[in-house]
């Protein structure tokens, strides 16, 4: 059974299908709290041109959730629960003998995000989300006929054991908090047809998110909790764009753009990677080689940035 279409969509039907079934708890709400710090410098050389990086980023996020309180059999954030789903749909009758088209692929992937949506929107009602599961099983069948069985009650059993998870999910109109402090440089040196010419780049920020760049970042703030661990899983953080000043002096010359900040690559990587798992609460302190992209033989790169990272998922 190819995992990267039927898995979501199992996921939201076997969702659904739980909660109708689970009597009410009472909601909680909960809140996601990040302080991030970047500090470092890469070195680039080609020949005699070259520059030097130094970076110094300081993001402080805060995303507000809420859960109807009940417990779960469902982790689609966890690939390990991704792969049981997958292995558990496979041996059951009508399971999918084949990968589907791409057009098949989109039609189901736009399915689960619309039934991803309802099943928020139910807000825990057994009826509503009883119909929507029946409504999703529905058009997939239509999408694709005969490929999705249904799931026995063995299997259904099986998922009902370990009911482990309390999904916190963002509520319409929330917004996240978050800070941004950035003072980036670049000291560096290219050739003329007069010589090396030095130049010297500064970039600034002190930001804090408002309107709908809030509102985008708390949307994407999803969090699920295995209370057996006590563990966290989401998609990755997501923060507001962050806009620098940036003034670049070269050969006695001031020219002043508005420029949005980045990160180095590998270190948005590894932030992303490291909060789509993680312990409810927290400190880690990683350094990282930079790393660059050579396209000529006598190209080179080298340096290191510092990732300081403090969380705690609360809960009321």
């Known amino acids: 059974m190819n995992p990267n279409f039927s898995t979501p969509v199992k996921a939201v039907l076997l969702a659904a299908l739980a909660a109708a079934f689970t009597p009410a708890q009472a909601a909680k709400s909960g809140k996601l709290i990040v302080e991030v710090k970047v500090h470092g410098q890469s070195v680039w050389t080609e020949g005699e041109d070259g520059a030097t990086r130094t970076v110094s980023h300081v993001y402080r996020l805060a995303t507000p959730s809420v859960s109807d309180g009940e417990l779960d059999a469902v982790n689609n954030l966890d690939p390990r629960y991704l792969k049981k789903i997958s292995a558990l749909g496979a041996s059951q009758p009508g399971a999918l003998p084949a990968a589907p088209s791409a057009g098949q692929q989109a039609k189901l992937k736009q399915m689960s995000a619309v039934f991803e949506k309802r099943a928020q929107d139910c807000k825990g009602n057994q009826q509503c989300l009883y119909q929507m599961a029946m409504d999703a099983s529905a058009q997939m069948k239509g999408v694709m006929p005969g490929a999705f069985g249904q799931p026995s009650v063995a299997a259904m059993q099986e998922f009902d054991a370990d009911e482990r998870y309390l999904n916190y999910v963002p509520q319409r109109g929330c917004k996240s908090e978050f800070t941004a402090v950035v003072n980036d440089k670049v000291e560096g040196r290219s050739g003329d047809v007069q ?15 408002t309107g709908q ?25 997501q923060w507001p764009g962050i806009k620098v000043s940036t003034v670049r002096k070269e050969g ?16 948005s990587e590894y932030i992303g990677a490291h909060f789509k798992h993680a312990p409810l609460k927290g400190t880690k302190r990683q350094v990282i080689k930079a790393k660059g992209k050579p396209g000529k033989p006598n190209e080179t790169f080298s340096g290191a940035y510092t990732v300081d990272l403090t969380w705690r998922f609360e809960t009321s």
């Open 195 to 209: 010589g090396m010419v030095p130049y010297l780049i500064t970039s600034s920020a002190n930001m804090r998110a």
């Open 213 to 237: 760049s809030a509102e985008m970042a708390c949307m994407a703030g999803a969090v699920i909790v295995d209370v057996k661990t006590n563990m966290l899983f989401t998609h990755g953080l």
């Open 252 to 267: 006695g010359k001031h020219v002043s753009t508005e420029e949005d900040a980045m990160l180095p690559t590998e270190v």
